[in-house]
């Protein structure tokens, strides 16, 4: 398969899928004589799996490493288990971020519904 049809069966870019190969994410593909990059089916299913994997919030790096695991025989649920901890440890941290901006937010919101609007900067308050 040329790259553009890859692109088109597994949802993304042209550039993804350039990108997923530079980054190891997909092998190096085969060229034709005229430069041309040729995959084979299994490129579309690895680029979905990676893909699959980000949305699960893995980064780049750990979609990298559970895929070699894959490669290399070693994927268990044990090898699953830790990869998935860290991305579960990585999002309860941010959701805990998040839910400080918002309620600081709020806060502010009150403060200027209030008459006391902290984010003025020097103007009279409203």
């Known amino acids: 398969m040329k ?13 993804t899928v350039r990108f997923y190969e530079r980054r190891g994410i997909l092998p190096a593909a085969e060229r034709r004589p005229s430069g041309y990059r040729v995959f084979d089916a299994a490129a579309v299913e690895r680029i979905r799996m990676a893909k699959a994997l980000q949305e699960l919030g893995f980064t780049l790096d750990e979609v990298a490493g559970a ?15 830790w990869r998935l901890e860290a991305v579960v440890d990585r999002l309860d941290a941010k959701i805990a971020e998040l839910t400080r901006a918002r309620h600081a937010a709020a806060q502010s919101l009150r403060d200027c519904h209030a008459g006391q609007c902290r984010l003025a900067y020097g103007h009279a308050d409203r």
């Open 3 to 15: 790259i553009g049809q890859v692109a088109r069966e597994a949802g993304v870019t042209v550039d």
């Open 67 to 81: 895929l070699s695991a894959h490669d290399q025989g070693g994927a268990t649920c044990d090898s699953v288990r």
